[in-house]
């Protein structure tokens, strides 16, 4: 459906293989821009094109700008046209003031957002201060770098890095060596077969084992592509590196037939709400990827839950819990992942995880059950945390008062919001008339769906 030349995106990796000279010869020390957060890089990338050069030629390194000096080729693209569509302002709540950021009702993402805040100004004075002073870069301001971030963030898409595209010269010329090689009878038809297979498997092993091996990851903006909208589930169509062609190709899926004039969507990957608001700036009705993290199980409003389901809950057990590690949920985000860095801050209290698929972490309602059990019930399991696994392992009345008490605590979560889910929607009804801002109604938008989420949550735990 269509397809983009690799010169013509901005691409940069996690590899110490790739390299960017163009941008890092602006640099007075580049192992700092070398060094720096894939957004970061690609937010300089934008800015050396959008305020220095912004022609982009097959015969640049990696699909970066020209240099500022660079002599004209024959195969140039200028990227103004391009450039001038993208979004010069986001609604992202890095750029949210703070009673915006309140009005989400979820201290989760406040979090994050503090987090990706302090990270974005970091790295900007790190990489203001290695900047050649007699460059054009020096001109840099943190808007300017924080327009690149939002860019970079809301429009890349990311892989497994896999070294350069097809090359066809070496090969030939390699197919060429083993002709003069064996015609000029200089050796065995074996040994030109062994000098090739070194050649053959010295391109495999730089351009798929070591990237693989070293778990490298590569960011790509691809422009024209990049304005493909998502949709969570169902999308209609996928995008590919295309290893021969050295480009980047829009397809549509097999199984999705396209209307005239009818829009194409593309999946950015099973991100939650949090993700999508902080990262894209919307906010995506009943996202199946959502998630909700409510306080580990440890600050839980104990005495509220006792009077809850008319159990007092016996001492030691919470002991037990804790030594057991059941106390909070499951860590998001993944050590070192440069794109779980926020939502792995977003739960740093192991909080528990309430997913819209699976609805509350199972490990809590294990907690759960040995919290509300008698000691009959302790006694009938062995006293043992893991025979409390499966459902109903404590009995159907442990099951049924651990199922209340997880409600409660969703229900007490519920009523510690300043608005109710019934206030959010009548507000939503009727927002074109309450003269709300854009990154009110994101707001609004937002905790609506945090709220129908535990709701949701609450319902299926009444299912059994």
Partial sequence: MLQVPNYLTFTVSTSKLDANPRVERLFQNPKVYVDAPWW??????????DQID??????????????????????????RPWLNSLPRSFDTPIRWTKEQREALQYPPILSMIAAQEKKTRDTFNSLKGAIDPSSSLMN?????????????????????????????????????????????????????????????????LKDFVLPKLFKSKKYVI????????????????????????????????????MDKNCEIFISYGPRSNDALLQQYGFVECDN??????????????????????????????LEKLERA????????????DEDSLEEGIAN?????????????????????????????????????????????????????????????????????KPTTLEEDEQSWKIRDSLGLS????????????????????IFALSLV
């Fill in 348 to 416: 740093r209290g192991r909080g528990v995880v309430i997913t819209r698929a699976g609805g509350i972490d199972p490990a809590i309602l294990t907690a759960l059950r040995v919290l509300v059990s008698t000691n009959e019930e302790w006694d009938a399991v062995g006293q043992a945390v893991g025979n409390m696994v499966t459902e109903f392992s404590g009995g159907k009345e442990n099951e049924r008062i651990a199922r209340n008490v997880a409600k409660k605590a969703m229900e007490l979560e519920l009523m510690s």
């Fill in 40 to 49: 970061a890089k690609l937010s300089v990338d934008l800015n050396v094109c």
């Fill in 222 to 257: 691809c422009p024209l592509i990049d304005m493909a909208n998502h949709k969570g589930m169902k999308e209609d169509a996928n995008v590919a590196f295309e290893y021969f062609a050295d480009s980047y190709s829009l397809s549509t899926k097999s199984d999705v037939t």
């Fill in 325 to 336: 590690g059941l106390l909070g949920g499951e860590p998001l985000g993944k050590e070192g």
């Fill in 54 to 79: 912004s022609r982009k030629s097959s015969s640049a390194s990696g699909g970066s700008s020209r240099g500022e000096h660079e002599e004209d080729d024959i195969d140039t693209v200028d990227m």
């Fill in 438 to 457: 854009a990154q009110d109604v994101l707001a609004l938008q937002f905790r609506i769906e945090k709220k129908k989420l535990l709701r949701e949550a």
């Fill in 288 to 317: 199946a990827h959502d998630v909700y993290i409510m306080p580990p199980l440890r600050e839980w409003n104990i005495a509220a839950l006792e009077e809850s389901c008319g159990r007092t809950f016996q001492p030691g057990r």
């Fill in 140 to 204: 840099l301001s943190y808007e300017d770098f924080l327009w690149g971030c939002d860019c970079a963030r809301s429009r890349a898409f990311s892989g497994a890095y896999g070294g350069t595209a097809f090359d066809p010269k070496p090969y030939a010329l390699t197919l060429l060596l083993v002709a003069v090689y064996l015609g000029l009878g200089l050796g065995t038809v074996e040994q030109a077969s062994n000098g090739a297979a070194l050649v053959f498997c010295g391109t495999i």
